[in-house]
């Protein structure tokens, strides 16, 4: 299996000439390998006891592989979310919205979404009834991405305002992610930050790059060191309910927006951005995409 994917690491890094390979480590189902007999008898072999001691054996040979490419490596917050060592140059890509963060299997992950949702006075329009926490009290509509059955949730829009599910026993009521990237950063991990910014869960129509361009991604709880730590942020299109007829709409104006954000200084030391400053910038950048043959929908009226 390592010699497999030793000549798969080689064959990318022949054909892609990217200083980085992001080597994944989202989604594990723990509950699979321990339900697994030849998962079960390998552990047994290697006087293995906890299948996250498994995990952490798979992670450590494949960085130490990745890094005989001679390339650097980002792995998803799962990996770290599990208590794995990995290599302090490691990059940590954060991705989930909610908090805390948890290695539960889906059906859970559900069910404690769906729950989320329903105290959060978050409806969902897309879970069955039964995983919808029906008689919650659940009022305001919002969208949730369809694929939160499969784990695939990483957000909540409302379009210009996303309900913040961060919240802890303290009373914190910070996004998630930022609290995530407080732990990666306290541990020393360069983070790279994606949470904020899933645009194929966005409304369709709906003004989402005002919410998308008011995020701060050094907005968390942490020193001037642990800020420095976030190297940037990625604005991801994933494709479940994504193909060629809806993709430039989903895409643009949006990722314009989350470019400008990223681009920006920080926060601190500057005016805030008005929405609309930012809409009048994106209206003549949309213009400069059409003449090119691209586009998306008006960022606004």
């Known amino acids: 299996t390592y010699t497999v994917l030793w000549r798969v690491l080689q064959e990318v890094s022949a054909h892609f000439p990217d200083s980085y390979m992001?080597?994944?480590?989202?989604?594990?189902?723990?509950?699979?390998?321990?339900?697994?007999?030849?998962?079960?008898?390998?552990?047994?072999?290697?006087?293995?006891?906890?299948?996250k001691q498994l995990e952490q054996h798979y992670i450590l040979r494949l960085l130490n592989l990745t890094k005989r490419t001679g390339r650097s490596y980002i792995v998803w917050q799962e990996v770290l979310d599990n208590d794995i060592e990995i290599s302090n140059d490691t990059?940590?890509?954060?991705?989930?919205?909610?908090?805390?963060?948890t290695s539960m299997?889906?059906?859970?992950?559900?069910?404690?979404l769906a729950q989320l949702a329903g105290n959060s006075g978050v409806q969902s329009l897309d879970l069955p009834q039964a995983a919808r926490g029906h008689g919650t009290g659940a009022r305001s509509a919002a969208y949730v991405a369809p694929s939160?059955?499969?784990?695939?949730?990483?957000?909540?829009?409302?379009?210009c305002r996303r309900p913040q599910l961060g919240r802890d026993s303290?009373?914190?009521?910070?996004?998630?992610?930022?609290?995530?990237?407080?732990?990666?950063?306290?541990?020393?991990?360069?983070?790279?930050?994606?949470?904020?910014?899933?645009?194929?869960?966005?409304?369709?129509?709906?003004?989402?790059?005002?919410?998308?361009?008011?995020?701060?991604?050094?907005?968390f709880k942490g020193n001037d060191t642990q800020k420095a730590l976030v190297v940037g942020g990625e604005a991801?299109?994933?494709?479940?309910?994504?193909?060629?007829?809806?993709a430039l709409s989903k895409t643009w104006p949006d990722?314009?927006?989350?470019?400008?954000?990223?681009?920006?200084?920080?926060?601190?030391?500057?005016?805030?951005?008005?929405?609309?400053?930012?809409?009048?910038?994106?209206?003549?950048?949309?213009?400069?995409?059409?003449?090119r043959g691209g586009g998306g929908p008006p960022p606004g009226p």
């Not at 992001?22 to 008898?41: K, R």
């Not at 966005?202 to 907005?219: R, S, T």
């Not at 991801?236 to 809806?246: I, P, Q």
């Open 105 to 112: 299997h889906e059906g859970q992950q559900a069910r404690s």
């Open 255 to 291: 990722a314009a927006a989350v470019a400008e954000r990223l681009w920006s200084p920080p926060a601190k030391g500057r005016p805030a951005q008005k929405p609309v400053e930012a809409e009048r910038r994106l209206k003549e950048h949309r213009c400069r995409m059409l003449a």
């Open 22 to 51: 992001h080597l994944g480590g989202d989604e594990v189902s723990l509950n699979c390998w321990q339900n697994n007999p030849g998962v079960q008898a390998f552990m047994k072999d290697h006087n293995m006891s906890d299948v």
């Open 170 to 219: 303290k009373g914190d009521k910070s996004p998630g992610y930022a609290k995530e990237l407080a732990a990666i950063t306290a541990k020393g991990y360069r983070a790279l930050l994606s949470a904020p910014w899933y645009l194929n869960n966005g409304m369709e129509g709906a003004p989402n790059w005002a919410a998308y361009h008011a995020v701060e991604p050094l907005d």
């Open 236 to 246: 991801a299109m994933w494709g479940e309910f994504t193909d060629a007829s809806n």
């Open 148 to 159: 939160v059955l499969s784990g695939g949730l990483c957000h909540l829009s409302t379009g």
């Open 91 to 101: 990059i940590v890509q954060v991705w989930k919205d909610w908090w805390p963060v």
